[in-house]
Every structure is written in structure tokens, then in C-alpha cells.
């Protein structure tokens, strides 16, 4: 670090001469400059590559999550049923949240909400329409009138379940935009009858494109009245989950510790019992996986720092290299008057720009490989400035660490020795 505070002190009009002999000198070793900025792009394209991939992942996750809106909790089965006891006690039970629970806590439930309840019925249905089908991966969900606006759904036609389809379980559906697209390309959806095993149902709804990111998403959905799916897929363990929107984003918090009060009460838990249930918000799953996504990233840029010492390394021996090829320009360099801190500002300032060169194309690589790679799995676009930042900063480093060595060497030359070389 010494010699790069030396080399910032020389004088602004000898850094532009060091950049244009730099330039002159990559233009002279054409193949070999190529080939040594292609090693630095490698390592900065590994590096800000994947932590694009990942950043954009982690916003495709935030997105996704409180696409639900920030004024949304759902209650849900404390997870297992059964937990393993502690100090050799008895296993402690977890009942699911059946529908009578559901059902008495949206009567009585106080605050100012929109309440919904939902369960998954299947997540590898068909669904058919005449000759037309689509893919064996529909999730099927019954929920009640109040679903769309508790999940953040919207409809592009058709409209909402009634009351009255909800209370006697009337066989009508409504579907998500990739299963409009597959079963009705040419036609619209509204009151045809679709096929899903022996069951058929009327379209009254289709749901507006929300996209499938990360796998959460819900254009491969269906949507059936909560009452017709407890009809036909019932099942003995089935649990429901209860969502709550509330009116204002500020009230989130009272209203959780409202609906923890009535569903305690609904559950006929005493006081000194513990939770038999968990409140989630919507972004509280977003947290937990950008959370262990933190390790991934750190693991990358293990990964993509072990490519740049590579880079370093192979960048000081090509140095080396032109330091000994060019002994004889170093010598006249000198005699004419050159210092040797003139000689190691040129030969570190070749360093830097090579680095940089390549850097600057290791990191258009980067984002274009990065997002491309995190689109496969539903990821957004994201133009990662921090990690372009530090991609510019790392060049500059490995530029002065490659650099520092072959500075030296030209700087020590005898101008009378290096005159003699052939």
C-alpha cells in the first residue's frame, strides 16, 4: 500500500501518460492483454454472476411474499402434529386447525378485517375442457368469498364466489391465467364447464397473471368453494389455514394480538397452556429464506474471491513476463531520465487497467449470466450496484496486488544492464 500512496503523489499529468503507455502496451501484446483480461473477467463474471443470480432471487422471494400486502397475517397449525417430548415427557400433541375452528373464529373475530379461510386440495391436478388440457401440476385450493382479497388476488373477467355458492358448495371454480391460457386458447372461460377427475365445474372466475417466482406463485392455480371441497377431499388430518387483511397496515400488530386472543379462546386454551397454533405474516417467510439464503452468498463469494486470487496470480506472472521483454525499453526509459518511481507507477498503472478492462466485462458477463440463470427459476431482473461497486473496487486491488511485484522488478533494473539486453 506504501508504493500506491507513493504513485499518488506523482503528478496528475503522469497518470494519463501512464494510461496511454498502458494502452500502447496492451495494443502491442494484443493476444496476450486478451487473454489476460479474459482471466480477470472470468473471475469477476463468477463473482458478480452469482451474486445476481442471488439477489435477484431474494427480491423474486420479497416480491412474492408481500405481494399479499403488508396488512396480511394467516393463522396456521403449529406445524407437526406431534413434537417430540422434552426431558423425557410425553410427546406434546398439535391438533389441526379443523373447520369448525375456522368457521368460529371468522363469526367472532372483532377487529376491523376481511377474514378468509383456505386448505390445499391437491398441487398435481388436470384440468380439461374438451380436447384441450393442461399440465399435471394445477394446484387446487377451497377457500371462501373473502380468498382473493386476503391472498392479493385480482380477476382480468368473470367474477367472485357468492355467498350462496360458498354456503351450499355449488360446483364452480375459479382458475389462474396459465390455466385459462392451456384449456382456452381461442375461446373465453366464463361459463364453460371444465373437468378436473370425475368432478366438473362451472368457470365463473379467472384470476389476473401474479406469476409463479420461486414456486409460490399462482397462475397454475384453481380455486373451488370451501364447502364443495370439504364435500369430496375431505381428508381425517386435513387443517385449514385463516388469513386476516386488516383495513389499515398500522393496526397489523393490535390485530395480531387480537386474533391470538379469540383463537386461544376458540381453541378453549387455558391460560397457563402455550400456543397450539402459529401466526405468520406475509413477509415473515420472505425473512426466513432470505435468511439462509445469506449463507449461499457467503459461500459465493468464497468462491468467486478463490477465481480472482486465481486471476491475481495468473496476471503477475504475465506481467513478469513483459517486465523481461520489455528490459531493453525500461534501460532507455531510464536513460532518458525516468525515476524508478516513474517505472513502477507505469508498470502498476498497466496492472490496473488490464484489471479494469476486464473487470468492466466480467461484470456486463455477471449481470447478464446472473439474470438470465435466476429466470429459469422465476427470478426478476435486478441491475446489482453494490456488487458492481465492489467488483470495481476488487479489479483495483488485484490490479495493485498482481501489479506490485513486477513494479518492483522494473523499477530495480540497471539502466546500463538493461541497455545490454537483447
Keep these: 500500500m506504501l508504493l500506491l500512496f507513493a ?79 422434552k426431558d423425557g415427557g410425553k410427546p406434546k400433541v398439535y391438533p389441526p386447525i379443523n373447520y369448525r375452528n375456522a368457521e368460529d373464529f371468522k363469526a367472532e373475530y372483532y377487529f376491523p378485517s376481511k377474514v378468509s379461510i383456505s386448505s390445499w386440495v391437491a398441487g398435481a391436478a388436470t384440468v380439461k375442457y374438451e380436447s384441450y388440457k393442461s399440465d399435471p401440476n394445477i394446484s387446487v385450493w377451497g377457500t371462501d368469498e373473502n380468498y382473493l382479497f386476503t391472498s392479493g388476488y385480482e ?17 364452480v371454480v375459479i382458475i389462474g391465467k396459465e390455466v385459462n391460457e392451456k384449456v382456452f386458447p381461442n375461446t373465453s372461460a366464463i361459463g364453460k364447464t371444465i373437468s378436473g377427475g370425475n368432478l366438473k365445474f362451472k368457470v365463473i372466475g379467472v384470476l389476473k397473471e401474479k406469476g409463479s417466482a420461486m414456486g409460490f406463485g399462482g397462475d397454475k392455480t384453481v380455486l373451488i368453494p370451501i364447502t364443495y371441497a370439504r364435500q369430496f377431499f375431505s381428508r381425517s388430518n386435513q387443517s ?8 389499515k397496515v398500522e393496526d397489523l400488530d393490535p390485530a395480531i394480538g387480537a386474533a391470538i386472543a379469540k383463537f386461544r379462546s376458540v381453541r378453549k386454551l387455558k391460560p397457563v397452556e402455550e400456543d397450539d397454533f402459529t401466526i405468520v405474516k406475509s413477509d415473515n417467510l420472505a425473512n426466513i429464506l432470505i435468511e439462509n439464503i445469506r449463507y449461499v452468498t457467503l459461500a459465493a463469494t468464497l468462491i468467486g474471491i478463490i477465481t480472482l486470487i486465481g486471476a491475481a496470480i495468473g496476471l503477475m506472472n504475465i506481467m513478469l513476463v513483459s517486465v523481461t521483454e520489455r528490459t531493453k525499453e525500461i534501460g532507455t526509459r531510464k536513460a532518458m531520465g525516468a525515476t524508478a518511481n516513474l517505472i513502477r507507477g507505469q508498470f502498476l498503472t498497466e496492472a490496473i487497467v488490464v484489471c479494469q478492462l476486464g473487470g468492466l466485462a466480467g461484470i456486463i458477463l455477471g449481470v447478464l449470466v446472473g439474470n438470465l440463470t435466476s429466470s429459469f427459476i422465476g427470478g426478476i431482473f435486478v441491475i446489482p450496484w453494490l456488487w458492481i461497486f465492489c467488483g470495481i473496487t476488487l479489479c483495483i486491488l488485484v490490479g495493485v496486488v498482481a501489479g506490485i511485484y513486477p513494479a518492483l522488478q522494473a523499477a530495480k533494473l540497471d539502466p546500463i544492464e538493461a541497455l545490454r539486453y537483447e
Design 155 to 171: 380477476l382480468s373477467e368473470g367474477r367472485n364466489f357468492s355467498l350462496d355458492e360458498i354456503h351450499f358448495g355449488r360446483n
Design 240 to 247: 385449514f389455514t385463516i388469513s386476516v387483511m386488516c383495513n
Design 7 to 85: 504513485i499518488l503523489r506523482l503528478p496528475m499529468q503522469v497518470y494519463f501518460e501512464n494510461i496511454k503507455i498502458a494502452i500502447d502496451a496492451i495494443r502491442h501484446n494484443l493476444l496476450r492483454s486478451i487473454l489476460t483480461i479474459l482471466i480477470i473477467a472470468i473471475g469477476i463474471m463468477a463473482l458478480v454472476g452469482i451474486l445476481t443470480a442471488i439477489e435477484s432471487i431474494k427480491g423474486s422471494i420479497s416480491e412474492n411474499f408481500t405481494s399479499m400486502g403488508a396488512n396480511t397475517f394467516t393463522i396456521k397449525n403449529y406445524g407437526m402434529q406431534i413434537r417430540v417430548g
